[in-house]
């Protein structure tokens, strides 16, 4: 089963840095894009940033670019996003999802995990 | 960056009825590279739609997808009780990846 599983959220101040993981299984990680999809309280989904198989291609929403770094570890199946210079308007329910077909970058999100919890508040 | 529009913002209707969702692009998307998905509260999305017109693996077939260029729709057929939700559209043709603000199908 393709699974999808976010952590490292918490409660962090205003300013300061989050590290959130993705811990993918059930698929050739190595082989599939994938993103972060955040949603702030009570509102809609917001597109934070995407990277491709093998890392050539990285993108960023306006609003996170220079502050948000994406990256993966494909020895480790993992998904990261380095949060830094925290805003109150960062704080939202952060999801992973995996791109549909092998080393496509533009393309849907097919699987999603549950999501890992930013707050941001001092 | 394209900026998806959608509408109308709340859809009241009653099972069995037909609902039509609209999502407007600032730009023409690429290759129809639209997708749709539904959200039902304390869940992640789910996709429903991609490329526009294409159902993904298990969705019924009342959900269908239709446009091209700057205009998109979703038709649910005859409303099941599940399918009381909201729904998002997307696209993702090009650099920055966007969500509309999603059309929220509620029960009347």
């Known amino acids: 089963e393709v699974q999808l599983v976010e952590s490292g959220g918490g409660l962090v101040q205003p300013g300061r840095s989050l590290r959130l993981s993705c811990a993918a299984s059930?698929?050739?990680?190595?082989?599939?894009?994938m993103h972060w999809v955040r949603q702030a309280p009570g509102k809609g989904l917001e597109w934070v940033s995407g990277i491709s198989w093998n890392s050539g291609s990285i993108g960023y929403a306006d609003s996170v670019k220079g502050r948000f770094t994406i990256s993966r570890d494909n020895a480790k199946n993992s998904l990261y996003l380095q949060m830094n210079s925290l805003r109150a308007e960062d704080m939202a329910l952060y999801y992973c999802?995996?791109?549909?077909?092998?080393?496509?970058?533009?393309?849907?999100?097919?699987?999603w995990g549950k999501g890992t919890t930013v707050t941001v508040s001092s | 960056e394209i900026v998806l529009t959608q509408s109308p913002g709340t859809l009241s209707l009653s099972p069995g009825e037909r609902a039509t969702l609209s999502c407007r692009a600032s730009?023409?998307?690429?290759?129809?590279?639209l997708a749709w998905y539904q959200q039902k509260p304390g869940q992640a999305p789910r996709l429903l739609i991609y490329?526009?017109?294409s159902r993904a693996t298990g969705i019924p077939d009342r959900f269908s997808g239709s446009g091209s260029g700057t205009d998109f729709t979703l038709t649910i057929s005859r409303l099941e009780p599940e399918d009381f939700a909201v729904y998002y559209c997307?696209?993702?043709?090009?650099?920055?990846?966007?969500f509309g603000p999603g059309t929220k199908v509620d029960i009347k």
């Open positions: 059930g698929f050739t990680f190595d082989d599939y894009a």
């Open positions: 730009q023409s998307v690429s290759s129809s590279y």
């Open positions: 997307q696209q993702y043709g090009s650099s920055q990846f966007t």
């Open positions: 999802a995996k791109v549909a077909f092998r080393y496509y970058y533009y393309y849907y999100m097919d699987v």
């Open positions: 490329g526009a017109s």
